[in-house]
């Protein structure tokens, strides 16, 4: 192994870890206290953490994972076929559901769902606005209208307690998002969509392997939705797919996506004609190939990512101003595709998110402010004033500064500005890694008038 390779093969396996982890920190400065240590890189002080300390993603193991991928493509076999069928079959049974059903990217395994689910004009889906925008556009590609129910801040999920307030005539579905990677509260959300005998459509894109009650998020409701984009835990550059139990909306998701043919009917072959509308989003076979050489490594790093973000929130919790995530009490694992805490700029003697941001970065910790507030954004005014709105929904429903009175979401607007992210490859680190990220942090807290003084006079 080149030795990049080696040191990335040792952090994955913790091995790197054992012989450097610290001593209990118990609250102790860990830093040597050399006059340049001190300063903080902001400020023109050594950094923290040397720029190449992060693990890279997407993992590639040229030595393993290659060999599946060459066969597919000496064998000329690049439209779906049998590779496709066995990666779909992995991941239903990871899942633990009947059917899966891979598309070219979560974007449209959301989109292809709703429109199974016979969602459409007229509809409205309950959704929170701490999302991907994804999850929006699905919504409105179906010509639906979306809803937003606010958060709780603590978990960054969608606040359960608030969304039969949104629920009216008009309202058809409900699309929790695993946001972050962090479960949302699946067994409140079940329990008022049976209540109100309403579609359960999961955005788990950031999600896979999280699980609540040991049940993994994604089999809850009618469908799961998943992204194998590049950044995501499951990293194929694009792919998704739709997880489900039911048979007949999966059959009929097959069909949508291979252009209205039978479920069945192999890829290419038109001999039996289309039995009804679709489109055609299907994934190749190259595309599965590199999806199951990740599959291999996705439960060790699922599993690392608990461990070091808990050791993480150990430490972080803390610092004063420093806000870690907080799970629901039913979550048995999350997956971890972002490490958020919340950022309280009057603990750091009114330090600004986006100066403290430049500070962590400057120590080399990478590090962001995640989401803007979507529920505000100018595409949602784009859809309701198109023509195809206007053919579909009625003046006063299309009443854009109603609409938007309506769906005010004060405390995600908070939230978006007290974010703070780390990426999950972070999180593939050792425990070591952690102790960086908790005293680089430390430092900025204690230096935090000084880096406020020169950045903001
Ligand atoms: C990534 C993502 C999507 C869309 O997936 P793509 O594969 O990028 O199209 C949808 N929802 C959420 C929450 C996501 O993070």
């Known amino acids: 192994m080149k030795t990049t390779q080696r040191r990335q093969f040792l952090k994955q396996s913790g091995l790197l870890s054992a012989a450097a982890v610290l001593p209990a920190l118990q609250g102790k400065r860990l830093l040597p206290q050399t ?3 001190h300063i903080p890189a902001i400020l023109g002080g050594k950094s923290h953490v040397k720029i190449d300390n992060w693990i890279k993603w997407p993992i590639w193991d040229s030595e393993n994972d290659e060999k599946l991928l060459l066969e597919v493509m000496r064998s ?24 899966c059903m891979t598309v070219v990217n979560g974007t449209q395994a959301l989109t292809v769902a709703i429109n199974q689910a016979k969602l459409g004009p007229g509809d409205e889906i309950l959704v929170t606005p701490y999302t991907f925008i994804a999850s929006i556009q699905a919504i409105l590609a179906n010509s639906c209208i979306p809803i937003f129910v606010d958060v709780d801040p603590e978990t960054f999920q969608m606040d359960t307690k608030k969304i039969e307030a949104r629920i009216s005539r008009r309202t058809k579905a409900i699309l929790p998002v695993h946001i972050l990677g962090l479960p949302c509260d699946m067994v409140q959300v ?21 699980e609540i009650n040991h049940q ?12 194998f984009q590049n950044s995501k835990n499951i990293a194929i550059g694009e792919g998704g ?68 973000a808990a050791y993480l929130s150990s430490m972080l919790k803390n610092i004063p101003g420093v806000v870690p995530y907080r799970l629901y009490p039913e979550v048995t694992r999350a997956a971890f595709h972002l490490y958020p805490f919340r950022y309280q700029a009057n603990e750091f003697k009114g330090l600004s998110r986006s100066n403290f941001l430049k500070a962590l970065q400057a120590e080399g910790v990478p590090c962001s402010g995640g989401y803007t507030a979507l529920n505000t954004q100018v595409f949602l005014q784009e859809a309701f004033e198109s023509t195809a709105f206007k053919k579909l929904y009625s003046r006063s429903e299309l009443n854009y500064s109603t ?32 102790e960086l990220i908790f005293q680089s942090i430390q430092k900025i807290h204690r230096e935090a008038e000084s880096i406020k003084k020169k950045l903001q006079p």
């Not at 109100?196 to 999961?202: A, P, R």
């Not at 590199?290 to 461990?307: C, F, K, M, P, W």
Request: glycine fraction near 8%.
């Open 241 to 308: 797919a739709i997880i489900s139990n039911d048979e007949g909306f999966m059959d009929r998701c097959y069909s949508y996506h291979n252009l209205g043919l039978p479920f069945g009917i192999a890829t290419g072959s038109i001999s039996s004609g289309s039995f009804m509308r679709g489109t055609k989003v299907r994934f190749t076979e190259y595309q599965a190939a590199i999806g199951l050489a990740q599959l291999t490594r996705l439960e060790s790093q699922t599993q690392v990512r608990n461990e070091r």
């Open 403 to 434: 609409y938007l009175m309506e769906n005010q979401c004060p405390l995600n607007n908070q939230l978006c500005e007290e974010a703070i992210w780390f990426t999950q490859n972070l999180l593939l680190g050792s425990k070591e890694d952690m």
């Open 76 to 99: 000329g076999v690049w439209s779906r076929a049998q590779v496709v069928n066995q990666f779909e079959k992995a991941w239903a049974d990871t899942i633990g559901t009947k059917r």
């Open 35 to 37: 006059h340049k240590q």
């Open 190 to 210: 079940m329990e008022i969509a049976k209540k109100h005998q309403l579609i359960v459509i999961e955005d788990a894109c950031q999600a896979p392997l999280a």
């Open 216 to 227: 993994k998020v994604g089999s809850f409701g009618l469908a799961g939705c998943f992204s």
